[in-house]
């Protein structure tokens, strides 16, 4: 199977301890991006990389997070200091970057609970 | 964050029922995408569409793009058990960053036999 995978797929961890998820996009994709979905609601942005630079992030993404693509191909989110509020889903996409849409496609996501 | 206006919330349909759902937003989309997400798991991509007007059919699913840019509709042909779960629909904007999807608020189908 070569669509994105993520891992882990749950993680529940106590108030205040550092967490790191890590996400592998399609093969080839250029381009990968984490959205945060709460319960209810649509996932909702947080960042993109394009290879290696992270190209934009969002409001959402606090000083307590940081994430990472150092050889362009796998990702890491890492939440420092975790919080109730961090609850919630995490999914990576991943699309490539030539002409026309650039489709995201999305993986399975790694649920957080924060105790 | 901005999310798109989808409706409605919730539905309740017999199996072999058609049905429509539809998102509209304040703002111009460049691209219009519908995801279907099943509990647990991440959205996956139902159909994409990247002209106004522009129709675009999947199986018994079908799509369109609004003329005015600002709106998308969904339509589900003789629906079953299987199409339950939850149906985002998603975009991509005009202005900032054209990679950025902005979801709705999604739909929620349940099919009863």
């Known amino acids: 199977d070569t669509g994105v995978s993520q891992d882990p797929r749950h993680k529940i961890t106590k108030r205040g301890q550092n967490v790191t998820f890590r996400c592998d996009p399609i093969?080839?994709?250029?381009?990968l991006y984490w959205y945060r979905q709460t319960l209810g609601q649509g996932p909702e942005f947080l960042t993109y990389?394009?290879?290696?630079?992270?190209?934009?992030k969002s409001r959402l993404l606090s000083d307590r997070f940081s994430a990472e693509r150092p050889k362009g191909s796998f990702s890491t989110l890492e939440i420092q200091r975790t919080e109730q509020g961090d609850s919630a889903m995490y999914l990576c996409?991943?699309?490539?970057?030539?002409?026309?849409?650039?489709?995201?496609?999305f993986g399975p996501g790694t649920r957080l609970l924060v105790l | 964050g901005q999310q798109l206006n989808q409706s409605p919330q919730s539905m309740f349909i017999q199996e072999g029922e058609d049905v429509s759902m539809n998102c509209t937003s304040s703002?111009?989309?460049?691209?219009w995408l519908w995801y279907k997400q099943d509990p647990g798991e991440g959205p996956v991509l139902l159909i994409a569409?990247?002209?106004?007007?522009e129709l675009t059919s999947n199986g018994r699913l079908t799509a369109q793009f609004g003329i005015t840019r600002k709106d998308s509709f969904l339509n589900i042909s003789a629906s079953i058990p299987s199409d339950v779960g939850i149906y985002f629909c998603?975009?991509?904007?005009?202005?900032?960053?054209?990679?950025?999807?902005?979801f709705g608020t999604g739909t929620r189908l349940q099919v009863t036999l």
């Open positions: 996409a991943s699309s490539s970057s030539g002409q026309g849409l650039k489709t995201q496609y």
């Open positions: 703002s111009i989309f460049n691209t």
């Open positions: 093969s080839e994709h250029n381009r």
């Open positions: 990389f394009q290879n290696e630079a992270q190209l934009e």
């Open positions: 998603a975009g991509t904007l005009t202005t900032g960053t054209a990679s950025k999807l902005t």
């Open positions: 569409l990247y002209k106004a007007g």
